[in-house]
């Protein structure tokens, strides 16, 4: 039988994800789960929030379902270590980058779908009232590349600077002293540009989409956004059905609130897919709703898009929404030919919120708090057993 290698990690991670378990098992989806240690707790403990022995679980049974980690900056990290542990050089590292590193989970999956009756759903003007887009656009977002892939320097070795001199454009700041300067580099691969811009063409065929839009900058990082449109034209080609578009970016954001509804799949680069996929979610209901994949040739980790939520961690019963973190078990189980269970809870989800009876506190806008059930929010569990009640 398949083992999932649950990893709760932090704050409401470790909340959210025994909820999904429950509808996972509700649905009747047979298979074995181990815990992986990930977070906080095993920084402070052993210097590693991913701890080798992870790792190990990862890499033999190839599935993982994430909640959240904590992260925080490296000294205030350091200062939280077991002393025992302090003077030992151990590096905060965030373990849920580390992850996408090491098992090179470089496609990067973010669906942005509008539920009927989310009343957090994004609304326009129109010239006589208001109307509601029906959003539905997935974001493939190239995960271990780009503009985040840890190259980079403040006051960069000598060798580093005189390279960069090379650079015609560099003239410009030849008088900066080197203390002064800062680089991030943004790195792209021939085969990461085709790779994410094939997989967002294959998604787009499987699931009858209409258009995939490439969007960039190419106007301006001609090189790097250059070779990733390059690499979707190329791949384009062998899906003559489906239109290409290319966008700029910062155009994109713009009309991210003008014609939402018209993107079918987006694919970018890793900073890029981060910033486009964080505008659609905030269509669609934002962190409670916001689902991703991360997937690389052996290796797939899903996981809801927000963080740990410290400040939520203790209420009991818990307020948060688990519909983001069910939606990532839904991703895992599509990934691995599950579809009719995912489609029965993507259904089940979309009956509850479609009725408006069984709401979180952040469906109804309120500010968090113990006091949110007595304006009408529903915990946690409530919405998980409104859920399986539907399935
Ligand atoms: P966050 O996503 O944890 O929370 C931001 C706010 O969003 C919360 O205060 C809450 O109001 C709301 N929220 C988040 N999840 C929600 C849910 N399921 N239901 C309802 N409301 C929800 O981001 P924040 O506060 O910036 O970071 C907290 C910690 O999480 C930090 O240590 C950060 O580094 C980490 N983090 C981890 C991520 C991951 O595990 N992939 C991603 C983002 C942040
Ligand atoms: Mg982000």
Request: charged share 25%.
């Amino acid at each position: 039988m398949r083992t999932i290698v649950t990893l709760p990690g932090d704050g409401i991670g470790k909340i959210v994800l025994p909820e999904s378990i429950k509808v996972l098992d509700a649905v009747g989806f047979e298979t074995k789960y181990i815990n992986g240690d990930i977070g906080w707790e095993f920084w402070q403990k052993e210097g590693n929030a991913l701890p080798q022995r992870t790792i190990d679980l990862l890499t033999e049974h190839k599935l993982g379902l994430f909640g959240a980690i904590t992260s925080k900056p490296k000294d205030a990290a350091s200062r939280e270590l077991d002393p025992a542990l302090m003077e030992a050089g151990y590096v905060y590292f965030s373990p849920i980058v580390a992850l996408r590193q090491h098992f090179d989970l470089d496609i990067c999956i973010r669906p942005c779908k509008a539920f009927e009756g989310n009343p957090l759903n994004f609304i326009r003007r129109t010239s006589d009232g208001f109307e509601e887009p029906e959003v539905n656009t997935v974001i493939f977002r190239q995960n271990t590349e780009g503009l985040y892939s840890g190259v980079e320097w403040t006051d960069p070795p000598a060798e580093v600077r005189a390279a960069f001199n090379t650079h015609p454009k560099m003239k410009k700041f030849a008088d900066v002293p080197n203390e002064d300067l800062a680089i991030s580099t943004r790195i792209v691969t021939r085969n990461g540009c085709h790779r994410i811009s094939k997989k967002a063409f294959e998604y787009a065929n499987k699931f009858g989409y209409k258009s995939v839009t490439v969007c960039e900058k190419p106007n301006v990082l001609r090189e790097t956004s250059g070779m990733m449109v390059e690499e979707a034209r190329k791949v384009a080609k062998d899906y003559p059905n489906i239109e290409l578009w290319e966008t700029n970016i910062d155009a994109q954001m713009m009309w991210l609130t003008k014609n939402p509804e018209i993107y079918g799949v987006i694919v970018s680069e890793n900073m890029f897919g981060d910033i486009v996929s964080d505008g659609f979610a905030g269509l669609v209901g934002g962190l409670g709703f916001a689902c991703s994949a991360n997937i690389g040739r052996e290796v797939a980790v899903f996981e809801p898009t927000h963080g740990s939520a410290p400040k939520y961690e203790k209420l009991d019963p818990p307020i948060v929404n688990p519909i983001a973190m069910f939606l990532s078990a839904c991703m895992m189980l599509d990934h691995i030919g599950e579809t009719e269970k995912a489609a029965i809870i993507k259904n089940a989800i979309s009956e509850i919120i479609k009725e408006g009876k069984v709401r979180t506190y952040d469906m109804m806008k309120l500010k968090g708090g113990p006091d949110v059930f007595e304006k009408g929010a529903c915990t946690t569990y409530e919405m998980t057993e409104a859920v399986i009640g539907k399935l």
